[in-house]
């Protein structure tokens, strides 16, 4: 019953995505099983920026906020985050659903 709708989706969000791709390599080699759930990506992705606004090695509150404030096109293995006032934002795309698959618009 979606054919025919036009939606916004998260981009980088794909099977094939790199980010995607390196962590679920990176998982399935540490737990010898198969990635099953997207749970553990979404917190692998809130890591990463954490990590990426930590790599100046701020040492106040304020330089911790101002280094998230700079973080740009961060590839996860959801999506492509910033951050912009404040907000974390995942990079999205208009999209047309054709018998349940996504196809972008554009």
Do not use: C, K, M, W
Request: aromatic share 6%; net charge neutral; proline share 5%.
């Amino acid at each position: 019953h979606t054919t025919g709708v036009v939606a916004t989706a998260s981009v980088g969000r794909e099977l094939g995505s790199p980010g995607r791709l390196a962590f679920q390599a990176a998982y399935e080699n540490h737990f010898q099983s198969s990635l099953v759930s997207p749970v553990p990506a979404v917190g692998h992705d809130a890591a990463l920026l954490l990590l990426a606004a930590l790599r100046g090695r701020p040492r106040t509150s304020t330089q911790v906020q101002n280094a998230f404030e700079t973080l740009r096109d961060v590839e996860g293995a959801t999506g492509i985050f910033s951050v912009v006032g404040g907000q974390v934002v995942r990079r999205t795309e208009l999209v047309y659903i054709d018998d349940g698959i996504l196809v972008p618009i554009g």
